[in-house]
């Protein structure tokens, strides 16, 4: 099979949808796909899976802090020739403008097209950018999510936003995984050698955000947090416009550059992550942290995000009012750190939950029966059917 991904940004970019699709099309290469990526060039390719840089302009991230690169006009055809290259085409979230041009070569020239919606709506505190984002999703990612052959959601809280929408076949579930060789619990003593070479103070509670620094993950509820809250240590892995190093806080601390084993690195030697993010559906931090054993905060909509996981969530409601949500932070915050103690727990839960082997058969299972003849999918019917009988008798 040949594959086409799709995504705005390559991983080096280091968002969440990006960092999906950089590691499951890695995954589906490994299973004998032939995988090619294609994003744009605001942030640099990988070396895996082969990937095709396309030219975009990226001034509304830099500008607004909204992940949003437009690509040039030369790009449609570069995107309409790796479609015709490709058996299908796996597109990473409805609203972006690549997705928008790789869905409409791929209905022209008759590929099948799966897409993996990441987020439903975004909540941003602007009038005018949370009022263009619903009309862009009433607009656009619905249109798109009834044109594609195959939705796939990736958390519970986007495929109820997109529930109305009349897909040609019935939308899939499949978490994002996790890498259980590199996010796992650490044991005291190696918390502690960790501690040391991180610079953290091992006395003190540890807590940990992971993420860009933007609006709509909570930076500034995080900056309330920290200030009131002088007895714990808030330490930062990310980048962005929102820089906590600005704060001029004692109790916070910022490392930039992390990813795979270093990023995993600092999960295992802090205590808690919070993430007051909103709009985001079920982010990737959340299952890493849980790998590695910690409690985790989070804001009400992200514990509703995967229902098995929600014991394992502490939820804040996250609104307008800074101080009340810093308070309802605070408060989620004594509870997880007293929760210490389900490490073990929650990492089992995590690690068998949550695996980028099942999740990258799933997908293609999928693929397969989107590509396949009448007679095939019959036969791929009858299969299940009788493995279902089976598995009931």
Request: with cysteine; net charge positive; hydrophobic share 45%.
């Amino acid at each position: 099979m040949n594959l086409l991904t799709v995504s705005p940004y390559f991983e080096s970019h280091r968002g969440g949808v990006e960092i999906v699709a950089g590691r499951l099309g890695r995954e589906l290469a490994r299973r004998d796909v032939e995988v090619r990526w294609i994003a744009t060039d605001a942030s640099p390719p990988p070396e895996a899976p082969p990937s095709t840089p396309i030219r975009a302009w990226n001034f509304a991230e830099r500008r607004l802090g909204i992940p949003y690169p437009l690509p040039s006009p030369g790009a449609a055809r570069a995107i309409g020739r790796a479609v015709s290259q490709a058996d299908a085409v796996l597109v990473h979230d409805a609203l972006y403008a690549t997705s928008v041009l790789s869905v409409l070569a791929a209905r022209r020239r008759g590929k099948p097209v799966l897409l993996v919606q990441h987020i439903g709506q975004i909540p941003y505190r602007g009038f005018i950018p949370r009022t263009l984002m619903a009309i862009a999703n009433a607009i656009v990612a619905r249109s798109l999510l009834r044109r594609v052959d195959q939705v796939v959601f990736i958390s519970d809280v986007a495929a109820r936003y997109f529930a109305d929408v009349r897909f040609r076949r019935p939308p899939a579930m499949i978490f994002n995984g996790v890498d259980a060789a590199v996010f796992r619990p650490a044991d005291a003593l190696e918390r502690a050698g960790m501690r040391r070479e991180l610079g953290l103070a091992d006395a003190r509670p540890q807590a940990l955000f992971v993420g860009r620094f933007v609006e709509k993950k909570g930076l500034r509820h995080m900056q309330r947090l920290a200030a009131l809250r002088p007895d714990v240590d808030f330490n930062f892995a990310g980048w962005g416009q929102l820089d906590p190093e600005t704060w001029g806080a004692a109790n916070v601390r910022v490392f930039r550059g992390l990813s795979g084993a270093s990023l995993a690195r600092l999960y295992q030697a802090c205590d808690v992550l919070v993430l007051p993010s909103v709009g985001e559906g079920y982010p990737l931090v959340v299952q890493e942290a849980l790998a590695c054993g910690l409690a985790v905060v989070c804001g009400e909509e992200v514990t509703r995000a995967d229902p098995a996981a929600a014991p394992y969530l502490r939820g804040a409601p996250i609104d307008d009012d800074p101080g009340a949500t810093a308070a309802a932070l605070s408060q989620a915050l004594d509870g997880a750190l007293a929760d210490a103690g389900s490490k073990a727990e929650r990492a089992s839960f995590a690690l068998g939950r949550y695996a980028w082997e099942t999740a990258a058969q799933r997908y293609i299972e999928l693929l397969e029966a989107l590509m396949a003849t009448p007679s095939e999918r019959a036969a791929q019917n009858e299969r299940r059917a009788d493995l279902n009988h089976a598995a009931a008798s």
